[in-house]
């Protein structure tokens, strides 16, 4: 009948049989396979079945009467080891007697992880001094993967003590010759050493019922009926098997066909006869060859998760941004240094490198760990790509980014002027335009007003209304950015200057008023036919200052003699000191503006403030 544990499928040792009783599970309903250990030198037969993990569902923990197993040689961290990392731990070929003939231990093409041994993780070696078995084959065409069936509460510090349970279980009670597992991985990503014999070695396990002689084991501590194993733990069971089947040039992704040592049944009912070819994925669970629910729902369920991991390539490969100086829509711009970033979904213990790739060349590496890399790049339009490459060397490469470097600056084609504009007058406050024009090689990403305010201007923005005090030399500073990051500066400077109508020329009859409205206080008013007003003075812009109402009239506007303009005062609301007029010249020098009244049949009247000039 179907187990509900993880039964291990174990060779008893010589001239012992152990009855097959699966964990959990009711008496079983008729006589269980047993067989004796195979005499050396002869072919082996399937081992027997076993439960993998004491009834109670907790390897025993030594008693306190029992002496400490000695504690692991090495800190071993929480999560896996890099590829890179020393493998200071493993433990390579045991050193069996002479009638044992060792296999090889062939390179692989993955980085074997960080292995806890049997000596640093307390393993009794007085139990259990037979000698190890190795592949008749020499060997491993796949992985089984179990998990232990006991409890998953177990801290990373007790991860040996439980290994050292489940030994001292399989041992002693049992009557096994060695643990049944090649491996063991707990919930932190810890990796021991199961069965002697050298973890670089094709060492006979026992934990697939038919199929030990063609596969290693890897068990992961706990049950995972409903939970799946921990990231760490997965890694760890990832990067094992890649090291494995690697040595033997097994893809991990792919498929090996197995023959069956003894007939049998799947999990899912497929059965088979003794000296079958099975058809199963390199990295499986051990319900696949045998009728048990190992390594549990949630863990089966993630085995095509393993299968990638350990396989390749990187997977959730993404370009994050690429940082420069700025950047315009998809296009990156920078002066020569750009920081690329970028993720991935699977662990980086599994990732060998990142190259940061420029118009398809590497030019930065970068560990499986980053998540960064910086390039210097040429002048030019360039596509900028991130390439990992996995422990498999199967690689993954991100969509390009555009990136344009350049250093020419930018540059003021109009230099910053001042122009007086129409408007509101104070003293305090008189209003100007402040006018530029820039441009760029490339891109131009902004123009800024440093002084004597702050201000930001877009790309195509070539004017700006400000005010400025009367009487007081303002510099207007202005700096160009484009979006590579390169910048010019430019100021302009100026000075506007009240003129009361009071310094005016004056011809035909005008009249004082005095109101807090007008500038200074006072202005002009006439209604006599032409006569008029009129101003020299220096400068590069004037503004005639103006009381405005539904009464008033028109005057004519001379600059240097000759009439530039006739405007009406006129204005359906009250206003004072109004810049009606404006008039700006290229540069600075003297004119004189002379301002006549027309005397407007019904409403003749001309009432001025002065002039502003800006010097």
Not at 180 to 191: A, E, I, R
Not at 575 to 589: E, L, M, N, Q, V
Not at 596 to 604: A, L, M, W
Request: aromatic share 6%; glycine share 10%; with cysteine.
């Amino acid at each position: 009948m179907r187990s509900s544990g993880c039964p291990l499928s174990l060779r008893p040792r010589s001239g012992e049989q152990i009855p097959y009783v699966a964990e959990g599970a009711e008496e079983s309903e008729g006589p269980t396979p047993s067989v004796t250990e195979p005499e050396t030198g002869t072919e082996p037969q399937p081992d027997a079945a076993a439960p993998e993990t004491p009834a109670s569902g907790t390897p025993p923990e030594p008693s306190p009467s029992e002496p400490s197993a000695p504690q692991p040689s090495v800190t071993e961290p929480s999560a896996p080891v890099p590829p890179s990392a020393p493998d200071t731990s493993s433990s390579p070929t045991a050193s069996p007697g002479p009638s044992v003939s060792v296999p090889p231990a062939p390179p692989s093409t993955a980085p074997s992880p960080r292995i806890t041994t049997r000596a640093a993780w307390g393993a009794d070696e007085s139990i259990s001094p037979e000698e190890p078995s190795y592949l008749p084959g020499g060997e491993i065409k796949a992985v089984v993967v179990h998990h232990t069936a006991e409890s998953n509460d177990y801290t990373c510090t007790q991860g040996p003590a439980v290994v050292r349970g489940i030994y001292a279980y399989h041992v002693k009670q049992l009557g096994w010759k060695d643990l049944g597992y090649n491996f063991l991985v707990d919930k932190c990503g810890t990796v021991y050493e199961g069965r002697k014999g050298g973890v670089d070695r094709p060492v006979m396990g026992a934990h697939a019922y038919g199929f030990n002689s063609e596969t290693t084991g890897i068990a992961v501590l706990g049950t995972y009926t409903s939970t799946a194993p921990s990231t760490a733990a997965m890694t760890s069971v990832a990067r094992i098997a890649a090291w494995k089947l690697g040595q033997y040039g097994v893809d991990p992704t792919s498929t090996a066909t197995l023959t069956a040592g003894d007939s049998g049944r799947s999990h899912s009912g497929k059965t088979w006869a003794k000296g079958g070819r099975l058809t199963l994925p390199a990295i499986h669970g051990h319900r696949d060859g045998y009728n048990t629910q190992c390594p549990g729902d949630a863990f089966y369920d993630k085995l095509a998760t393993v299968r990638a991991r350990a396989g390749g390539p990187v997977s959730g490969l993404t370009l994050k941004s690429v940082t420069g100086a700025g950047t315009s829509g998809t296009t990156t711009y920078t002066r020569a240094a750009v920081t690329v970033n970028w993720s991935a979904t699977i662990p980086a213990a599994l990732i060998a490198k990142y190259e940061l790739l420029v118009d398809g060349e590497a030019v930065a590496t970068a560990a499986g760990t980053a998540t960064s890399a910086k390039a210097t790049l040429a002048a030019g339009t360039h596509r900028v790509a991130v390439r990992a490459v996995h422990q498999s060397d199967r690689t993954t490469t991100t969509a390009a980014a555009t990136v344009v470097a350049e250093t020419t600056v930018p540059a003021f084609t109009t230099k910053p002027n001042l122009a007086l504009r129409t408007g509101t007058v104070n003293t305090a406050a008189v209003p100007l335009t402040l006018k530029w024009k820039a441009t760029d090689g490339v891109a131009l990403k902004e123009v800024r007003l440093t002084a004597p305010t702050a201000r930001t201007y877009g790309p195509t923005t070539t004017s700006a209304h400000h005010t400025a005090r009367s009487g007081s030399a303002t510099t207007w500073s202005m700096k160009v950015h484009d979006r590579a990051g390169n910048t010019a500066t430019a100021s302009v400077a100026g000075t506007p200057v009240v003129f009361q109508e009071s310094s005016a020329t004056r011809s035909g009859t005008w009249t004082t008023r005095s109101s807090s409205s007008y500038l200074g206080g006072k202005s002009y008013t006439s209604s006599s036919r032409n006569a008029s007003l009129s101003w020299t003075s220096t400068g590069r812009s004037v503004a005639w200052t103006v009381s405005r109402a539904a009464t008033s009239g028109q005057a004519h506007i001379y600059v240097d003699g000759r009439k530039a303009a006739t405007v009406d005062l006129k204005s359906s609301t009250t206003k004072y000191r109004d810049a009606i007029w404006t008039r700006t010249w290229s540069g600075s020098a003297k004119h004189t503006i002379r301002i006549v009244v027309v005397g407007t049949s019904g409403r003749p009247a001309v009432t001025t403030d002065g002039i502003v000039y800006l010097k």
